[in-house]
């Protein structure tokens, strides 16, 4: 099998790769700096496995997730993180890993990528239990256009993306999100969109719209 390193750090990703240096059944055939796009490189590599190293930044990281997993659909993708907490994970098996692993012990990290590809481990992450509240709880306290926002940050767009969507100010967007987080009680965009599909305030998002039309 052909692995990658994808990472911020050239020490860290050779760190890694000493870790990894057991793993007989891989091949490993680089490192890709996590600073810029790795998709192209990953994509022309032609692996089998990735082996992402956490950011630690949540946004940046799925971010990577994502874009790893669209270069590389086939390909095993395993996060090695710091943040083990339930809904960080949840949040990172959505966007597309197949397997995370703390970091915290990197010595361990060359026999539990071993077991993750022989199939030996499995483990579904779940989310933190939410409060669940009925859809039209924050629905009624949200505008249509911050409905609107919502859904398009729960996609994954960016601010820039939605500004030029909505015809608006990059600006104007932060302000509505602002807004936004202090309604539902979240600290950031993955909260937020977090918050809107276990609440089912993405289903509202159209009548909410119509209502504004009326």
């Known amino acids: 099998m052909r692995l990658a390193i994808v990472t911020e750090h050239r020490m860290t990703a050779e760190v890694i790769r000493r870790a990894l240096r057991d793993v007989h059944a891989c091949q490993i055939v680089g490192y890709v700096d996590a600073r810029r796009s790795c998709g192209l490189p990953i994509r022309a590599a032609d692996v089998d496995v990735v082996v992402l190293d956490d950011a630690g930044d949540q946004e940046r990281t799925l971010g990577r997730v994502r874009e790893l997993r669209a270069a590389a659909p086939s390909a095993k993708l395993i996060l090695l993180t710091a943040a083990t907490d339930p809904s960080r994970l949840a949040d990172a098996a ?14 361990t990290v060359g026999g539990l990528v071993r ?14 239990p939410a409060e669940l509240r009925p859809a039209n709880w924050a629905a009624e306290r949200l505008t249509p256009r911050e409905l609107q926002i919502l859904r398009l940050v729960a996609t ?3 601010n820039c993306r939605i500004a030029a969507e ?5 600006q104007t967007v932060k302000f509505h999100l602002s807004n936004v987080y202090q309604k539902l009680g979240v600290a950031n965009r993955t909260e937020a969109s977090r918050f809107a599909h276990v609440n089912g305030l993405l289903d509202t998002w159209a009548a909410a719209l119509d209502a504004e039309a009326a």
Do not use: P
């Open 94 to 107: 959505k966007a597309g890993i197949d397997a995370a692993i703390a970091k915290q012990r990197l010595e």
């Open 115 to 128: 077991e993750v590809l022989a199939g030996n481990v499995f483990h579904a992450f779940r989310a933190a």
């Open 156 to 158: 994954g767009a960016s």
């Open 166 to 170: 909505l015809w608006v100010t990059e």
